[in-house]
């Protein structure tokens, strides 16, 4: 079915250095470059080489998630030297088939890509839907490391039912948590109810009682001083929601209530699984895109 | 129903201190010696008072889990001079109802104890069945920080359907896990299978396939270098069975197999649910003994 | 919050009088009409009174699900007489906040119909949500008693992965079943697979091997011959989905293949259910729209 | 490992022809006796023949469950004359390995049979627990069918923590019902607690509240005209206790209670399933004796 037999992946962390192992492993060819730093662990790869060679091998090229972080050069902290994203960089890759997470970031640093040859993996839903498993572990650890209760027994709450609250909701419950999951649509509150969950109207979180784990998902100020007030008193607080989150830090401090903003848990907590989602979605791609 | 409505705590760790605060929640009277260490965590009793205070308040009195660790002296880690356990702690509490962990190394202590006045909290049933949840947990979050990829979709094994595996089996499902378990009696197998597990009979275990994370709750040398050999080349091996293990560490170690051999669990990951339990037995004896 | 105190409820089979009930549970004043062939359940209502009369009485109107067959009288089978849908009927209920199912055939009716006053509860996403329950449940009532074996320790398949598909995967997992989903795209596969099932992808339907008990739930022709006679040979088939169905039932006759073709079965075999169900999303839509 | 090669099935229903089906499919040789007038379901097996023929031919056989109704004729419901237990037929077995539930009412029957060579399938552990299976579902199909609402998101009881109890809970909780188990023993209800149901002490059944289905599990006068009035106005009740039962019928009857005493389920809902797990059995026997 696919065509392509010769992969070069640059730049990224423990997750693309995954990624990469798991290609090797289906009996493609694999090429590195960025990943000096980790050389102890790059043996059967025959270590990092120069990304000239890594570009000259490989029919298709995998550059990391984000893909870059300055806006100029490639994100690459286990390379020893920066790799600039320039006109040099888009001209060695002219040719081959470019995976890359944040798309327009990429296209803006070079006028010579050609934009039918770049695939962004990071907007593929199939992705987000798996990257929402290690986030909702990572959650659960963080709750099991903080919490001196057990989970098995707890009252949790989660804030909203997107895909993270879909996730570990299912986990929690899993876990023998008696789980109360927020949302605002009435029919979100429908398939709540039915899987067994407690559903809390977002317009009544205030009123819905104290909890002892409470887990955001949702980024806008949900938790903020009279809700933290009504709901968390004796409880942990663990938001998973971007930048700046949901929760009032400033006002939980005050009122000591324990708070964690855990952030980017998939590449953090499950660098091998997060590995494998990015390789099935590129795969993904590859098939559906006939390359 | 129960006519008791003091309670004295003398020595333990933090489970002990949960468990104080639970008690003194309910309505009782509760006196605390052995915690100076923990002043700051006392507030609402007034500080950690001399055991002849202690126990001339309390109509009960809890010792901790073990009572005992040198045979000489009270288990307080957090007392600022040794408690010994003689003549003149026993003569102390002649007439009081006495809780603790392990009875018998405490009767050994002296001859004035009244061993009817003696129960033993830690070899009750419900006690054995509900400190198998934060073990489990504790379990779990061990996998979950030492091991690359998530529980979800992971292979696990449990070896072993004891109290400890079937509550394992049962989140470690709920997670989201494969979940093979194994056990020797034929009807453990149909309680593995219909619970929708995978059952392994121990005697083929080591052609059973490979694992990615394998928890082991069986007392016994079951993981030797040929069953590990076999079973967990990929995996990380976490031993929950009680000195010495049921694992071949060195042989691990030898194969760069990770190993972790943890003990203890309850007290250090779930200190408040492991009080609760503590105090639940507690009651349960006192009202099954009409105390 | 609602201002609404009265209620007409006019034709409709056991469901409506479920609902009848819950509504009069909750305080409210209840007429009915068209039920007189029940007459007997009838007690706490004071029997099934005049079409006038319980419009004169209502504020609010709930006509049947669906308001009529034969686009020309109410759908009524209780009713000791034809209720014939016109410009009778509509002045009657002219003032009236009017609910029922599939608006468009009542509007059909008669010009006099005020379309602001009439709403639609069958197109509500929460009614849809809550019916997939009571259909799942009826599907597995039908497969327990036809299958010769249990659905616990069956292979079972879902051929789709909409509302019912989800909530008969959830269900045919908690009873112990290895469950096996099949899908098109590629991130329902990805939640089929990370919820525990087995994900199949539709266009591999007819590889992925032979099962005991097949659910359809997708209303095109999946099981055509060539499907069964690679995955139905020892199974039995239950098609839900809406005329004609999903399945070939003339090729599974003559491979002696039993198939069930099982529709409307919220009414069937939960009233009391779907009855609760109708009320609460007409509920929702009286306080969304302020009534 | 098994060195016997060949069955004979006399006696017993569908369930033993299950069993002779997937014996057959293992590859071993099975003759019939006692089963003409199931003839048309028989294909394979060329015919249900005469039992001299069967015993002829048979190392091991296998007779019904139960071994005999009436204490004098073997329990074949599908023969088309009566096999009388005497002498005759105990000669005609000798030498052979007999497998029969219910030894003792065999022995009894001729003092010919040589006891070691007859084994007793239905007191084996793993049997018992299997069997849970079919009963626990027979139990939600009867539920499905009388209860108007659906399983989800009802109130459940299970009386009882024995095998059915957890079996039932387990599904129960599957399919969404909020479940209530009552127990007596401590520990039984610490387990019923961590798997997430409510704990329900015996002692104090009739003050925990009103449910839509009460399963009883328990063989004593548990629901008692008292207990059916606390806890049942608005329930179905499913017996599951084997006669006399655990309900008092009249008292039921007279309040409005709708019961249902469901005995023997594992041969009428699932006979397929049934058969398999005789069979299984019957080769832990064979195993374990090295026979």
């Known amino acids: 079915m696919i065509n392509i037999d010769s992969f070069g992946i640059i730049g ?5 250095l995954a990624m990469a192992k798991t290609i090797a492993c289906d009996g493609y060819s694999v090429y590195l470059s960025g990943f000096q730093r980790l050389e102890q662990l790059l043996g059967t790869f025959g270590g990092s080489g120069p990304v000239e060679e890594t570009a000259l091998f490989s029919q298709c090229v995998i550059l990391p998630l984000p893909v870059t972080k300055d806006g100029k050069n490639l994100n690459a902290p286990f390379s020893d030297k920066k790799i600039p994203l320039d006109d040099d960089f888009a001209k060695l890759l002219q040719g081959k088939y470019i995976f890359c997470a944040m ?10 890509w050609d934009k039918n040859m770049v695939f962004d993996y990071l907007n593929r839903e199939e992705l987000q839907v ?8 990572g959650a659960i650890e963080v709750a099991m490391r903080e919490y001196l209760g057990t989970i098995n027994g707890s009252k949790c709450l989660v804030a909203g039912f997107g895909r993270i609250g879909k996730v570990l909701a299912n986990m929690l419950n899993g ?3 008696t ?9 979100d509150l429908a398939w709540i109810k039915l899987l067994g969950y407690e559903p809390v109207d977002n317009s009544g979180l205030q009123d819905s009682g ?8 949702v980024p806008a100020m949900i938790f903020d001083a009279h809700v933290l007030a009504k709901t968390a008193l004796n409880a942990i607080v663990i938001d998973l929601a971007s930048m700046p989150g949901g929760v009032d830090f400033d006002s939980a401090k005050r009122m000591g209530i324990p708070t964690v903003h855990a952030l980017s848990l998939p590449g953090k907590v499950a660098p091998k699984t997060s590995g494998e989602i ?6 993904n791609i590859i098939e559906e895109e006939k390359l």
Chains 1, 2, 3, 4 share one sequence.
Do not use: C, M, W
Request: aromatic share 10%.
């Open 12 to 16: 990224g962390d423990k997750r693309q």
């Open 103 to 112: 798309k327009d970031s990429l296209l803006k640093t070079s006028k010579l």
């Open 130 to 137: 798996f990257n929402s498993v290690p986030t909702a572990e």
């Open 175 to 177: 876990l023998g948590a």
């Open 179 to 187: 789980v109360y999951v927020s949302a605002r649509k009435k029919h």
């Open 210 to 217: 104290e909890y002892d784990i409470i887990f955001n998902t």
């Open 278 to 283: 990015i390789k099935n979605t590129i795969f």
